[in-house]
């Protein structure tokens, strides 16, 4: 059977449209990243990154010309703009498919995965890029992911020629004294940490699995949770280029980037739970509580604090102000000839280590009843609450017959005052609390006091303070430390 003109032209028709359709069906059902890549310009094949720029100012930014600059490599190149409100002014950026802006922060009328970041990324590697660089080169992403791939370092680093290009910096992170220090890297140009401006690249799901991927500032919060983690950061002989406009160019644009940028980090340093940091020259600065703000933790249950439960210890900021009560309080009754002695735990942490206990709450002084009166602010405590010139308050305990001086009207973290008097050569008090070192004691431990140093100055202890501590607490206790209700939680069993 001969097939006609128009049969031959139909058949031909119906099987060019099943290819058709086979391929459409086909590159349906391949994995999202690997329709992602495709070949690179020049017809070379290579790995994709996705271009994620988050650091910027809205008020003021180069990141059109940034984002126009690496498509000048690569039209198809990945980039993701992330903000967590729609920038005002508008950002100018090409309505293509593979440029986005993410809105991280949630809204009514955006799905859950609209404000997470990864939802925009389909690729391998991230390259973090700050507001201010450009690619002035071909590849330079492609050697950078060459270098990672290689292995040694989970991030690699390219400086930026800025005014302010990245360095080496070594950190430190210590969850449990809630502090990070920084210091010069002694291995460089590997490091934990960058300073400066810099394009940081990382696996997606490197990056995505941390707590807090694109907290800002960037590189404080990216840097303080890969050096906890142990991951190291590998600074590249290699450079992008400067904004040919730079963003901040006036000097009201950086006083207000400046300004937002200090509120931004202490923000970001309290919600990952840093209230110390020690700079590279040994600054410190303080991100916890103060003379006008509550203390870090709230009341005390069991003789555990909270943040025992958190595997943390007190939390520096509460250390120096118990440190500073304690300088203060100590002066005062010296002055006011008031015999004092260190008691429970606080004896304990100056025979340890002449501070207060790593994990401690408040600070114990023991003092003879019979000196009250001798004492001006002691006296008036006794008819009610004394805020004394230094804002200091002292008060009559609650809980008790015995005085209490906090730190200030809004800050109760406190020293407590015991009241002894000598009967029949042991000393005693009026009232006593379900404590295991709260015991009578012979009145030869205080009869002489010595010095011991503690919190940063030398107090008055009572003599043979390891037997006086052995008798309160039991033997070995110096040497053996533990949490002040191990029923509850102990040293132990925490990690």
């Known amino acids: 059977m001969r097939l006609t003109r128009c049969q031959a032209a139909l058949a031909a028709a119906i099987t060019l449209n099943l290819l058709v359709l086979f391929y459409v069906s086909w590159l ?22 996705t271009v994620l720029v988050r650091e910027f100012e809205a008020f003021d930014n180069a990141v059109p010309e940034l984002v126009d600059s690496f498509l000048q490599q690569d039209a198809a190149q990945p980039v993701v703009v992330a903000a967590d409100t729609l920038p005002y002014p508008p950002l100018a950026l090409p309505r293509i498919p593979n440029v986005r802006l993410a809105l991280l922060q949630p809204a009514l009328d955006r799905t859950a995965a609209a404000s997470r970041p990864e939802t925009y990324v389909a690729t391998e590697f991230v390259a973090l890029v700050p507001d201010g660089a450009r690619a002035e080169a071909p590849g330079q992403l492609e050697r950078m992911v060459e270098v990672l791939r290689a292995g040694g370092a989970r991030l ?14 070594a950190l430190n992170v210590s969850l449990r004294e809630w502090t990070a220090r920084y210091g010069p890297a002694p291995s460089a140009p590997r490091c934990d940490a960058l300073d400066g401006d810099a394009v940081v690249l990382l696996r997606a799901r490197d990056l995505f699995n941390l707590s807090a991927p694109l907290a800002r500032p960037v590189g404080t919060g990216l840097f303080l949770q890969t050096a906890l983690r142990g991951w190291a950061v590998q600074l590249l002989d ?90 203060y309080v100590v002066g005062v009754l010296e002055a006011a000839g008031v015999r004092y002695w260190l008691e429970g735990g606080s004896l304990l942490g100056a025979a340890r280590h002449g501070d207060i206990i790593p994990w401690d709450y408040d600070v114990d002084l023991g003092i003879y009843l019979e000196d ?29 017959d015995f005085f209490r001086v906090q730190y200030s009207e809004s ?23 379900d404590h295991r070192q709260d015991v009578e004691f012979p009145e030869h ?51």
């Open 156 to 169: 690699v680093a390219a400086p930026v020629a800025s005014a302010n290009p990245a360095r080496c910096l």
């Open 28 to 49: 349906q059902h391949q994995p999202r990243n690997s329709r992602a890549r495709g070949p690179r310009r020049g017809g070379a094949a290579g790995p994709r990154v």
């Open 372 to 400: 009250v009166g001798n004492c001006e602010q002691l006296r008036g405590a006794e008819a009610g609450s004394v805020v004394d010139e230094r804002g200091f308050v002292w008060e009559k305990a609650v809980e008790g």
């Open 411 to 433: 800050n109760h973290l406190h020293v407590d005052l015991w009241p002894f008097y000598p009967r029949n050569g042991v000393m005693t008090k009026d009232t006593w609390l």
């Open 238 to 327: 290699l450079q992008f280029g400067a904004a040919r406009q730079p963003p901040l160019a006036t000097a009201h644009a950086r006083w207000k980037a400046e300004r937002e940028g200090r509120t931004r980090r202490a923000a970001l340093l309290r919600s990952l739970g840093i209230r110390l940091v020690s700079g590279e020259g040994g600054r410190l600065e303080w991100f916890g509580c103060s003379k006008e703000t509550p203390r870090c933790f709230g009341t005390v249950v069991g003789d555990t604090p909270a943040y025992l439960y958190e595997e943390r210890w007190t939390p520096p900021c509460c250390l120096r102000a118990l440190r500073e009560t304690a300088r």
């Open 445 to 495: 431990f205080l009869q002489p006091l010595v010095p011991l140093s503690f919190a940063g100055f030398v107090a008055q202890a009572p003599n043979n303070y390891r037997r006086f501590l052995e008798l309160k607490f039991g033997p070995g206790v110096i040497e053996n430390p533990e949490y002040p209700n191990p029923a509850l939680l102990s040293l132990a069993g925490s990690s």
